[in-house]
């Protein structure tokens, strides 16, 4: 089994910066592929980032998001700049063993406000 603590969420202005983190526990995480997600009130969860070794992006986030790994550390990184207000939302890490589709485990999300 994963565990998996997102951190870096906070408060930020439309057009800063963030860098969220998930870290992982549990498993052999370079047999897992990792995504990001988000929910932001009243809207249905998103995906925002997912892939590896390829990377793949919601048509909102791209060229403003960045998804990265490093499986000596055992963490996924969301790299986020050029932020907006609709940005904001829980964001969520999810993971799932390669070569299957369903994403098993997450974890507990991570607070993002963008203000304008």
């Known amino acids: 089994q994963v565990r998996l603590v997102e951190s870096g969420g906070g408060l930020v202005q439309a057009g800063g910066s963030l860098r969220l983190s998930c870290a992982a526990s549990?498993?052999?995480?370079?047999?897992?592929?990792m995504g990001w997600f988000r929910q932001a009130p009243g809207k249905e969860r998103e995906s925002v980032a997912w892939?590896?070794?390829?990377?793949y992006y919601a048509d909102s986030v791209k060229d403003r998001f960045t998804i990265s790994r490093d499986n000596a550390k055992s963490t996924v990184y969301l790299q986020m700049n050029s932020l907006k207000p609709e940005d904001t939302a829980v964001y969520y890490c999810?993971?799932?063993?390669?070569?299957?589709?369903?994403?098993?485990?997450w974890g507990q999300g991570t607070q993002v406000t963008v203000s304008s």
């Open positions: 999810a993971a799932r063993l390669k070569g299957t589709s369903t994403y098993n485990w």
């Open positions: 549990g498993g052999t995480f370079s047999n897992y592929a």
């Open positions: 892939g590896s070794p390829s990377t």
